[in-house]
Structure formats: C-alpha cells, structure tokens
C-alpha cells in the first residue's frame, strides 16, 4: 500500500497552489462580496489546463489522472470555493458526460472549445420537482422527424446561464421510469431557451445559478449522448465521479480554514499568551485537521481507485459525505477560534462557512449519500 504521490502530482499540486494562491485569492473576497463571475480568472484556468483536466489530450484536455484532478480541486477551494465549484461542475458533469457517453464525433466537436477557459459547459438534471428524487424528471423530449423538442424547467443549475453548451436530461419515454430518461446536448444559441432566476445564494457567490426554461427547444437527433434511455443511468454515473469531485472542494475549503485559524491562534493573545496555547483552542484545531486529513484519504481513494478501473461509487459516496460535514464542522470551529473577528463578513473564514454548505446538498445531500452507502452494504 502507497500513500506518496507521484512526482508528476507533487508538482502538480505545486503549481495549481501557486495559481490559486497569486491569481485568485486576491479576488476571492471581492467577487463574494459582489456577486461577481470572474471570467478572466477562468481563462487563467484554462491556460494552465484547470477546465478539461481529465480529457484526453487528443480532444484538447491536459489527460491528467483523477487522483490530481483532486489535488487541484483542493487547491482551488482552498482559496475559493466560488471557483472550486465552477471548475468542479465544468469538468465533472458538463464535459464528463460529453466524454463519457459522446460520441466520436460529438467529443471532437465539442470538447476542444471547451477545455480552453474560452467556453463553459453545464449540466441540467435538478427540477423543481425532481432533486434527490433525480429519476421522477419531467422535462420531455419528444421526437418530430430527426430533431427532439425539449419542454420543460430545470433549476440551480451552475453556470447554466452563461455555459455555451449544456447537458440537459429529459424523459423521452415516460412509460419506462427513469430507463426513459435521455441526455442531449443543447448549443446556448438554441432557439427555445430562455433564463429564468438567477439564485442569490448563501454562499458560493462567485459562481452563477441559474433557472433554464426549456419551450419548444429543437435539437438535432445527432446530439443525443448515447442511446435513448441511456440518461438516467449515464448521470448516476456522472454523479459518482462528481462526489469525489465536491469531497475534493470540501477538503479544500476546510483546509483553508485550518490554516487560518492556526494562523489566528498563534497571534491573538489572551491572558497574556497566545490563544494556541490554550488546551481547548489545541483540542479544536488538533480534531479538524485530524479529520481533514480523514476526508483527504477517502477522496484520494476513491480518485486512485477509479484510475485503476475498480468500483467506486461507494468509496466516492462516503468520501463526499464526510468531507462535506467534515469541512461544515471546520468552518465553524474556525469561526469559534476567531471568536468576533471569524463572525465578520471581512473575515475569510465566514466566507468559508458559507461557502461549505453546499456541499452537503449538492450531487446528492448527505441523507443521500447515508442511503447509497446502506444500499452498498446490503440492506
């Protein structure tokens, strides 16, 4: 059993800390503050190969391995959240689906725009009656000669109104249940498509959450991804690759609360010492950074095992769990630590505590998770 990282991951993680750290902790606050997307920071992200880590290089990706898409998760998030999450849902669900069940023609298409930082690609499956319930979808395809008109809304979806391309699930055959669910590929510039809400979140505000509404919307028979039936099954597994994914963000996040509250803790002193020498501040920073490095293990399995070809939904599902309670437990002990200053909204650690929520709601809540990880059990 080996634990060390290979070089080639070492000085990737290097060089996605030394990014984050230069080109987007420096807006980090500024772009929560004001609601802000910040597309020259994605670009950046694109450059260094950040928006198609896992694709091919032969499709334009940089190839790399799930195990440092991980690391540079991490790394991300350890700033910014904001950023985790759009890189995150880019690579995971938007252009992972296209590669995993795209055609030839459909991943030479489409891919190479969309590794760049230049485009961004969404991933439509939440309704707003369908969210842990993802199989009772009722937006609908219905076939007219060689295109597929697409009814329907579909709601917090991430960077749903500003992606080029997205990835809408929709029921083709309703008789079927969810082995009637299809996955089609809709162009931004496709009549039909109009933006609804635009959620003002809790946290993550640097990302963009947007209401799709689907009236009339025709799409060639040609963007299909896979077989007709074949949505339901293919976004199950697209969820599992994204539930290391956000176990990955939420290391990442409560790692950077860690290390500001380490940081707070040796200068801000009380009676005449640094709070850090107090026994119950040790015991607090001594628990979350035992179980970040807990959360860190159990994505990096899962991440390992997937590059080996081995099952790993459950692995992936645990890692998801505890990591993203794991990091809510962080952030609000590092706001305990800072006591006053970790409650105001100048402080990055309120951000952090904002910002972590959402992982344990997105791609599946923790009560989800809780009833995969039963059901792989046995029970």
């Given at each position: 059993?080996?634990?060390?990282?290979?070089e080639e991951q070492?000085m990737?993680?290097?060089s996605?800390?030394?990014?984050a750290?230069?080109e987007i902790?420096?807006?980090?606050?500024?772009?929560?503050?004001?609601?802000?997307?910040s597309?020259?920071t994605?670009?950046?992200a694109?450059?260094l190969?950040l928006?198609?880590?896992?694709?091919?290089?032969?499709?334009?990706?940089a190839?790399?391995?799930?195990v440092?898409?991980?690391l540079?998760?991490?790394?991300v998030?350890?700033?910014?959240?904001?950023?985790?999450l759009t890189?995150e849902a880019?690579n995971?669900l938007?252009?992972g689906?296209i590669?995993?069940?795209?055609?030839?023609?459909?991943?030479?298409?489409y891919?190479?725009k969309l590794?760049?930082?230049?485009a961004?690609?969404a991933w439509?499956?939440?309704?707003p009656?369908?969210?842990s319930?993802?199989?009772?979808?009722?937006t609908?395809a219905?076939k007219?000669?060689?295109?597929?008109v697409?009814?329907g809304t579909?709601?917090?979806?991430?960077?749903?109104s500003?992606?080029?391309v997205v990835?809408v699930?929709?029921?083709?055959?309703?008789?079927?249940?969810a082995?009637?669910?299809s996955a089609f590929i809709?162009?931004e510039d496709?009549?039909?498509i109009?933006?609804?809400v635009e959620?003002?979140?809790?946290?993550?505000r640097?990302t963009?959450t947007?209401?799709?509404l689907f009236?009339g919307?025709?799409v060639?028979?040609?963007?299909?991804?896979?077989?007709?039936g074949?949505g339901?099954?293919g976004?199950?597994?697209i969820l599992?690759?994204?539930?290391?994914a956000?176990?990955?963000?939420s290391?990442g996040?409560?790692?950077?609360a860690?290390e500001?509250?380490?940081?707070?803790a040796?200068?801000?002193?009380q009676f005449g010492?640094p709070?850090g020498r107090?026994?119950?501040?040790q015991?607090m920073?001594?628990?979350?950074?035992t179980?970040?490095?807990a959360?860190?293990?159990l994505v990096l399995?899962?991440?390992?095992m997937?590059?080996q070809?081995q099952?790993f939904?459950k692995?992936?599902?645990?890692?998801?769990?505890?990591a993203?309670?794991?990091?809510?437990?962080a952030t609000r002990?590092a706001?305990?630590i800072l006591g006053?200053q970790?409650?105001?909204?100048?402080n990055?650690?309120e951000?952090y505590f904002r910002?972590i929520?959402?992982?344990t709601?997105g791609?599946?809540?923790?009560e989800?998770?809780?009833?995969?990880?039963?059901k792989?059990?046995?029970l």
């Open positions: 059993m080996d634990f060390e990282l290979t070492k990737f993680k290097r996605v800390r030394k990014f750290d230069k902790a420096p807006r980090a606050m500024e772009i929560d503050k004001e609601h802000e997307f597309w020259d994605i670009k950046k694109g450059e190969g928006m198609g880590m896992t694709v091919p290089q032969e499709y334009g990706g190839g790399i391995d799930r440092s898409y991980m540079a998760l991490e790394e998030s350890r700033v910014c959240g904001s950023h985790g890189i880019h995971s938007g252009i689906h590669y995993e069940k795209g055609s030839e023609e459909q991943r030479r298409k891919l190479p590794t760049d930082g230049t961004l690609a439509a499956l939440t309704e009656k369908a969210g319930d993802a199989a009772s979808v009722e609908t219905v007219d000669g060689d295109e597929w697409i009814n579909k709601q917090f979806i991430t960077s749903g500003i992606a080029d990835v699930m929709a029921m083709t055959d309703k008789s079927k249940g082995r009637g669910i809709v162009e496709t009549p039909g109009e933006y609804g959620e003002s979140k809790l946290g993550l640097g963009v947007s209401e799709m009236d919307c025709r060639p028979d040609e963007n299909m991804l896979g077989e007709p074949e339901f099954t976004a199950m597994n599992d690759r994204g539930r290391t956000i176990g990955a963000m290391v996040i409560a790692q950077g860690l500001k509250s380490i940081a707070y040796k200068e801000r002193e010492k709070i107090f026994q119950a501040v015991f920073l001594a628990d979350m950074a179980k970040i490095e959360s860190r293990l399995r899962a991440a390992y997937e590059d070809g099952s939904s692995e992936a599902t645990m890692a998801k769990l505890f993203s309670e794991t990091g809510v437990r002990d706001i305990q006053g970790g409650y105001m909204r100048e990055e650690v951000r910002d929520k959402l992982c709601i791609e599946g809540t923790s989800v998770q809780r009833m995969v990880i039963a792989r059990l046995g």
